[in-house]
């Protein structure tokens, strides 16, 4: 008897858990069922809305809602196409400048040109989270440093294609080529802004980011690209690891080709070439 009592109780509360969600709290309560494929649709209306009611303020370097005389952030936007877990997506990226590795006292030095989606980044970034078409979040996190990022370890997935469109910079250096006595200094390094929608952000199907209240939310970064390792090799097999994307959708971690283990993409595996 005692055994069914615990199972009703357990029952009611699992009800009334679940009765209490709502859009909002899907953020925090990964383990609700997510239509990702209607959440990508919905998330695409509220960041274009978004994009549509606010510019960007060059003097206070930051999005601002719109006012007369300015343009969109929409209208000088970069839509970029990105598939994870299968569904499709688009990422806005605002450019707000290229980047220029040019080194002036060593212009003769090539020109790494832009990351492929899995270089390891070095970057400076602050987010927020997009709360709505006209809101957003005080800053979640910020690195003013400046941070290396590899594709196995990036909770972002956003991020591997926003930063696509970029350039590193040049090492500050002594006018007689020594590197620069004090701290590390990178100039003219890309600069822009990502709006990431949802599912190439926290989501729940990823089970490292079931903790954060972050979880299916659209995203906001401001990103400044310092430098990037030029043909990332994850496995050390000899071979760039954007070269291990068999099915060319961005996406590494889905390209399982090695029968004798099925759970470890050719790029993180060096069996594999």
Not at 39 to 49: E, G, H, P, R, Y
Not at 204 to 210: H, L, P, V, W
Not at 213 to 234: P, S
Request: charged letters at 20%; one cysteine or more.
């Amino acid at each position: 008897m005692n055994k069914i009592k615990n199972i009703i109780v357990l029952i009611a509360l699992s009800t009334a858990f679940y009765s209490c969600s709502d859009n909002n709290n899907r953020a925090i309560n990964p383990f609700l069922s997510v239509d990702h494929q209607a959440l990508a649709m919905s998330d695409n209306d509220t960041l274009v809305n978004f994009l549509k009611n606010h510019y960007y303020d060059a003097t206070l370097d930051s999005v601002k809602p719109l006012v007369s005389g300015q343009a969109t952030l929409f209208d000088n936007i970069i839509i970029m196409d990105a598939k994870r877990n299968d569904i499709n997506y688009k990422l806005y990226v605002y450019k707000i400048s290229e980047g220029d590795p040019t080194d002036p006292n060593n212009p003769s030095k090539p020109d790494k040109g832009y990351p492929s989606v899995s270089d390891s980044i070095f970057a400076k970034y602050s987010g927020q989270a997009i709360n709505s078409t006209t809101e957003l979040s005080a800053t979640f996190d910020s690195n003013t440093r400046g941070s290396w990022f590899t594709y196995n370890t990036l909770a972002v997935r956003g991020w591997s294609f926003g930063f696509k469109n970029f350039k590193g910079g040049y090492l500050k250096k002594e006018p007689n080529g020594d590197v620069f006595n004090g701290p590390i200094t990178y100039l003219n390094g890309g600069k822009g802004i990502l709006f990431i929608p949802s599912g190439l952000s926290y989501t729940s199907i990823d089970s490292r980011n079931y903790t954060s209240t972050l979880v299916n939310r659209n995203l906001l970064f401001y990103i400044e690209l310092l430098d990037f390792v030029k043909d990332t090799d994850h496995d050390n097999d000899g071979k760039p690891s954007h070269e291990e994307d068999a099915n060319n959708d961005g996406d590494l971690t889905n390209d399982l080709s090695d029968p004798d283990n099925p759970t470890i993409a050719d790029y993180l595996n060096p069996l594999i070439k």
